[in-house]
């Protein structure tokens, strides 16, 4: 079974700093796209940060670029997202994802509603003082 798991969320005070990790079984990480994206209960779902390792190629929405990074661990089957300079907005729920290769990181980011392979159940970040 093809499975993620997100953790490292919490309540952070605006500019401080968190890392999401996302763990995965039953597959390798370098054969899928890595996404990360985020949902607000009545708001659009937002692909952040995707990545591919075909051409390690990584896209960042406009709101994130800058603040955030998407890094792979030196366990293969981990990634994580470092969240710098949070803002109140970007409190929300963050799901890692993973898509079938190959794919565009910007095509994958930007067309948040489709079908993908795995999705995560997500962690909760908090942005409030």
């Known amino acids: 079974q093809l499975q993620v798991v997100e953790s490292g969320g919490g309540l952070v005070q605006p500019g401080g700093s968190l890392r999401l990790s996302c763990e995965a079984s039953?597959?390798?990480?370098?054969?899928?796209?890595i996404g990360w994206f985020r949902q607000v209960p009545g708001k659009d779902r937002e692909g952040i940060s995707c990545f591919s390792s075909v051409d390690n190629s990584t896209y960042y929405a406009d709101s994130v670029k800058g603040r955030f990074t998407f890094s792979r661990g030196n366990a293969k089957n981990t990634v994580y997202l470092q969240m710098n300079s949070l803002k109140p907005e970007d409190t929300a729920s963050y799901h890692c994802v993973a898509d079938s290769l190959p794919i565009i990181v910007d095509y994958m980011c930007t067309n948040p509603y489709r079908h993908f392979e795995v999705w995560g159940q997500g962690t909760a970040v908090t942005v409030s003082s």
């Open positions: 039953g597959f390798t990480l370098d054969d899928y796209a």
